[in-house]
Nanobody, 123 residues
């Protein structure tokens, strides 16, 4: 059975940290670029970060650059998003996606999606 299982999100105070993960089963993660997106009600899914299959290149949205770190462990079939210095505007549902390349949501080719996890940054 093919699954891309995301870890739980949570409620974090501004300035806090949270690490999200996505574990692949039933498919090989190292064949895919991994993208993270977030979405808030009424808005389109927003690109957050991506990492290519061999981890040699990463990309970040300007809004998270310097605060978030994307990584992957292909041996464990797992991708991560370390979020530091969280701000209220980082709140939303976070999705991981395994695709053919790093891309925004509209232009990508996506093979597998996580179900999404809620992250709320609030005092």
């Amino acid at each position: 059975q093919v699954q891309f299982v995301q870890s739980e999100g949570g409620v974090v105070q501004p300035g806090g940290s949270l690490k999200l993960s996505c574990v692949a089963s039933g498919f090989t993660l190292d064949e895919h670029a991994i993208n993270w997106f977030r979405q808030v009600p009424g808005k389109e899914r927003e690109f957050v970060s991506c990492i290519v299959s061999d981890a040699k290149r990463t990309n970040y949205a300007d809004s998270v650059k310097g605060r978030f770190i994307i990584s992957r462990d292909n041996a464990k079939n797992t991708a991560y998003l370390q979020m530091n210095g969280l701000k209220p505007e980082d709140s939303g549902i976070y999705f991981c996606a395994a695709g053919w390349y790093c891309s925004n949501y509209q232009d990508g080719k996506w093979d597998h999606w996580g179900r999404g996890t809620q992250v709320t940054v609030s005092s």
